[in-house]
């Protein structure tokens, strides 16, 4: 019999970066509902599959439920005396042999900001280590940069309204049918029947709603919108007005851009020059054009440039700041942006840019915390953490709420590289694939468990509260930090004088921010929960946030005000498909489940639905390899080989690619990825690798099918050295 709750807590989603705002239904203490908020802009009452079932995770088998330290091989409960002792005796015994610089912390894009600024001021002052990174490297990182270098700080341009508003909308490598479902609601609210342009490699959930699908070959995006931007100078289709008052580069770009004509391109993309000349002219002959992607985009080794070249169109045409238009990254954890803004991650607290010495005295200034343990510079990214363990220059590594053993690229060198360290602490509420390798686990407390703030995909500050008492013996990672930290001498007095709960952190973090472009200061916790989140910067004079960045009133945060137009350029691939690997994989997710699904493998609503892996192929390749839906297939790269996956035969992948969702820890595809990473945002290119399948009919798998690329590019012909390209991929007409 259903349980009728005998309170509604006010709430937003842990899950992805959307932000629906929810309630969670209590009765006796334990979470047993949850329902979508009707008045929230975000949702306005619908949650997707897993913001439904969300209160199921709290009470999941998964949970760890008490402090555990590793005696003779096997992880026992604890208490948190002995738990933090272990790890600080051992975290300075490290320091002090090897210094500071040998403990690295991998963080996450789930903690709630209060939680992240907590843990970043705990890991770069208390610590004093800046080998500090998080899993938003995995997902976000590039967008982070590739707004910087354009436009000289983070932060998301725009605002959902503004798929209500666009005439035309580009969706580029961005699925959001399966991954951010409940932007669909603003779509359908836009009544200026606009038109959707999907632009993928894969005819993905997303592509099959487009007005029109543009099946790009895989990773050659950063080609594609070089090509437009040359077309739209070619054509004088520029806004030289918008370009004159607010950019920088633009004599610079056009001559970069001779290397990128329609035919080039057209080369390339196999998109064909017709089709070229349709998309640029849509920048000039709408009113408003939005382009929006997620991790097709990001997770290139490209990634940053490619964003940076998103965001060139835009600014070359004006398409920036106004209703409706802009370039607008779509965030994939719920609060990846909270890490950004106060993680001291990318950057010390409040968007202040390492190395900036100004920006460093006045944090210091405001946190009333000495100069000199603030740091001058950003310590190794997450990839670069792995190869110091591996070398063995970093010792301890402080994992909190994230799961390599699933996530990260080249799994079977990554757990070699593991067990290098002298000591392993997994902070997390769930036994991840990581935790069970741990030497120590912190026990922490859940969504639904503690309060505080995320911030969404469109800069909106949402608030999340506290329904129910943390499990058993678990602690709010702003408890553990805080707790932890006083085993360290003199820390917690310095870093959080008469902190008790996450608003003191959330006060500090208001003073932090005013003036900067991610301005808290005029908000309260109060006044989010009324309004249902608020956009910021949200100060005195913008008392109710902010809609969108950059409009006249908002300049750009370089040093003169004006944006960069970025000379970026594309290179092919650095593992192509080859005769041992003739066939691209790409990874992606699916709605039923969450990342590497310590959260929803124990929801029986979500799990029986996704309830293992598989692999997406052609019916051509399908042919070929003497495989129909329902059969397994092994796939290989050139670092492992994963056995059994089940065949599902679709058009949705063209020949000679794959697609596979990358939540599986059985059957686990990043046994398969590469160690080719973005060099600007650190960022790994998980959507193409070189593969081969086996089927049991044929255990060699597919013969390789040359393509050809004309070569009239300098570096690309440079690049493409020693490489046969023979068959001309047929152009593709929308
Ligand atoms: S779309 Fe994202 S934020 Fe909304 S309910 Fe689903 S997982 Fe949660």
């Known amino acids: 019999m259903k349980k009728k709750p005998d309170k509604w807590v006010f709430s937003t989603c842990g899950y992805c970066g959307v932000g629906c705002g929810l309630y969670i239904g209590v009765k006796d203490g334990k979470a047993v509902y949850t329902k979508g908020n009707p008045a929230h802009d975000v949702n306005m009452g619908t949650l997707c599959p897993k913001g439904l079932s969300e209160h199921q995770l709290i009470n999941s088998k998964e949970r760890v439920t008490a402090p555990l330290i590793r005696k003779e091989g096997v992880l026992s409960e604890s208490t948190w005396d002995k738990s933090f002792s272990k790890v600080a005796d051992e975290f300075k015994r490290i320091a002090n042999k090897h210094g500071k610089q040998a403990i690295g912390v991998l963080s996450t894009g789930q903690l709630l900001t209060e939680e992240f600024y907590t843990l970043g001021k705990f890991v770069q002052l208390g610590l004093g280590t800046t080998n500090f990174d998080g899993n938003t490297t995995l997902c976000m990182a590039s967008a982070v940069m590739g707004y910087k270098q354009s436009l000289g700080s983070d932060g998301p341009v725009g605002a959902y309204e503004d798929f209500q508003k666009a005439n035309t909308i580009f969706l580029v490598g961005a699925n959001i049918s399966d991954n951010h479902p409940i932007l669909k609601l603003h779509l359908a609210k836009n009544k200026n029947n606009p038109k959707i342009i999907v632009i993928d490699p894969r005819s993905s959930k997303t592509a099959q709603m487009a007005t029109t699908f543009v099946p790009i070959k895989a ?17 004088g289709w520029e806004d030289l007005g918008y370009i004159k008052a607010n950019t920088n580069g633009y004599k610079e770009l056009k001559k970069h851009l001779q290397g990128y004509s329609p035919q080039e391109v057209a080369n390339i993309t196999g998109i064909d020059v017709k089709t070229l000349y349709e998309l640029a002219r849509e920048f000039v002959a709408q009113d408003a054009v939005l382009t929006a992607w997620t991790m097709g985009v990001n997770q290139s080794f490209m990634g940053t440039d490619t964003v940076s070249a998103i965001i060139n169109l835009h600014l070359l045409t004006g398409q920036i700041g106004k209703e409706g238009a802009g370039p607008f990254s779509i965030t994939g954890q719920c609060n ?59 010792k301890a590594l402080w994992i909190v709420a994230t799961n390599p053993l699933v996530s990260f690229v080249n799994q079977d060198k990554l757990r070699k590289t593991l067990a290098k360290l002298d000591i392993l602490v997994v902070q997390d509420a769930f036994m991840s694939d990581t935790a069970e390798i741990a030497d120590v686990v912190f026990s922490a407390a859940t969504w639904g468990e503690k309060e505080g703030v995320y911030t969404n995909s469109e800069r909106r500050c949402n608030r999340a509260n506290k329904a129910v008492e943390p499990l058993g013996n678990t602690k709010s990672d702003f408890d553990i930090v805080l707790e932890f930290s006083k085993y360290f001498d003199g820390v917690s007095e310095l870093l959080y004088p008469e902190w008790e709960k996450p608003l003191d952190a959330f006060n500090e973090m208001k003073e932090i921010s005013r003036g900067q472009l991610c301005d808290y200061s005029g908000m309260t916790y109060e006044l989010l929960e009324e309004k249902g989140g608020i956009q910021w910067p949200c100060n005195e004079e913008r008392p109710l946030g902010t809609k969108r960045l950059y409009s006249p009133d908002i300049a750009f945060r ?63 390749d399908a042919t070929a390899l003497k495989v129909k839906s329902g059969d397994r297939m092994s796939i290989s790269s050139a670092r ?14 063209r020949e000679g690619n794959i697609f596979v969702p990358f939540h599986y820890n059985t059957q686990l595809v990043n046994t398969l990825t590469s160690e080719s990473f973005c060099p600007k945002s650190g960022e790994p290119n998980y959507k193409q690798t070189a593969i081969q399948l086996h089927s049991r009919e044929v255990p060699d798998g597919l013969v390789f099918k040359e393509t050809e690329i004309s070569g ?15 068959e001309k991929e047929k152009v593709v007409n929308i």
């Not at 080609?223 to 100078?233: H, K, M, P, Q, R």
């Not at 000199?372 to 190794?380: A, F, H, K, L, Q």
């Not at 009239?712 to 023979?726: C, M, R």
Request: aromatic letters at 10%.
């Open 640 to 653: 492992g080989r994963v056995e059994d996956v089940v065949v599902r035969v679709t058009q949705a992948v």
């Open 558 to 620: 370089t040093k003169d005000e004006k944006a960069k137009l970025i000379c970026a350029d594309w290179f092919p691939m650095a593992e192509p498909v080859s005769a041992s690997f003739p066939v691209l994989l790409n990874t992606g997710r699916t709605v039923e489940q969450w990342h590497t699904r310590t959260k929803t493998r124990s929801i029986d609503i979500l799990n029986d639905l996704a309830p293992e892996s598989w692999i997406d192929i052609n019916p051509i």
């Open 712 to 726: 009239e590019i300098e570096h690309i012909k440079t690049a493409y050295e020693g490489i046969k390209f023979v």
């Open 336 to 394: 990846a942006m909270g890490t950004r803004e106060f993680g001291f991650t990318s950057s010390l607290p409040g968007y202040r840019n390492f190395g900036d010495a100004g920006a460093l005295k006045e944090y210091a200034r405001i946190a009333k915390v000495p100069e000199d343990i603030v740091p001058t510079e950003r310590g190794y990214k997450y990839a670069e953490i792995i190869d110091a363990i591996d070398r063995g220059e970093i």
């Open 219 to 235: 990773r050659t995006d950063l080609a594609l919108f070089n090509g437009l931007a040359y077309i739209v100078i070619e054509q």
